[in-house]
């Protein structure tokens, strides 16, 4: 059995890359593991769920330090609260220069929808609205214009540095609508 392995390997060489391959072997090293781990002859497998269950409290003990908790505030946050009363008025030159963009919709009551095309600051995590666009009727496709249009209102909003920053993507969605 150990010849024909060898056989077939010689002639199929795997020619995934490394990682995938290392991480195929943890991964069967770590099911091999499994105490209740049982496989029928028809390819089904079964395993007591206690089992899994402890292994996977225990992962997230180990690995909790790298989650972070929707109802924590983590440290850029934190830094958002320390210096929020001096950019309410004025943004940062920092957060114009490092931004992510952040496109959100939402429905209004009409049934027509709104296509945001937010910033968010990697420096401060505050949001500001770049541009919106309405959608109403029988639209159910966008047209190919959007996108270059909606880029280049965005590099306009940057250049023009009056953008309004606020802690939350919806309040950022807010003070947009109400300033129409």
């Known amino acids: 059995m150990i010849n024909l392995h060898r056989l077939i390997s010689w002639l199929f060489p795997d020619r995934r890359p490394d990682w995938e391959q290392k991480r195929e072997r943890e991964f069967i090293v770590a099911a091999n593991s499994l105490k209740t781990l049982s496989v029928t002859d028809r390819g089904g497998m079964s395993i007591n769920p206690e089992e899994l269950r402890e292994q996977i409290v225990s992962a997230r003990e180990q690995l909790k330090h790298l989650v972070h908790s929707p109802g924590t505030r983590g440290e850029p946050c934190q830094a958002v609260a320390a210096v929020e009363v001096t950019q309410e008025a004025e943004p940062s030159v920092g957060e114009l220069q490092d931004c992510i963009e952040v496109v959100a919709w ?75």
């Open 106 to 180: 939402r429905r209004l009551l009409s049934g027509a929808s709104v296509r945001y095309v937010c910033l968010q600051s990697t420096n401060t995590g505050r949001y500001t609205v770049a541009t919106a666009s309405m959608f109403s009727g029988a639209l159910e496709t966008l047209p190919t214009w959007i996108d270059g249009n909606a880029n280049r209102q965005v590099a306009n909003a940057l250049q023009g540095s009056e953008l309004q920053w606020y802690a939350t993507l919806s309040d950022a969605m807010d003070a947009w609508d109400a300033e129409l």
